[in-house]
């Protein structure tokens, strides 16, 4: 008996989040079609109201490679003073963990 009532409480509080996502649902469809009629909706004459743009400049920068590797370089070089610096605790944890 109580089984059936869990399972009618969790059936119940399914449908009303069913029909609460539902309502949210139609109000920002609602939404979506009142602002498109509003601005005149989608007809031709609007998609041919701007002219067409065409960019000259390259859409991405072109790399500066030798500012790459030096910073490849520094990064190398404080990862291994990093190893460096820690290699005397790293291979006292191996001998513990043997």
């Given at each position: 008996m109580a089984a059936r009532q869990h399972k009618?409480?969790?059936?119940h509080t399914?449908?009303?989040a069913t029909s609460?996502?539902?309502g949210v649902g139609a109000m920002a469809l609602t939404g979506l079609i009142y602002s498109v009629?509003?601005?005149g909706g989608m007809g031709l004459?609007?998609?041919h109201a701007a002219p067409l743009q065409v960019a000259t400049a390259p859409a991405v920068a072109p790399l500066d490679m030798a500012a790459v590797h030096a910073q490849l370089a520094d990064v190398n070089s404080s990862l291994a003073a990093a190893h460096a610096a820690t290699d005397g605790t790293v291979s006292?944890?191996?001998q513990i963990a043997e």
């Open positions: 009618a409480g969790k059936s399914r449908m009303i609460f996502a539902a009629a509003a601005a004459p609007a998609a006292r944890l191996e």
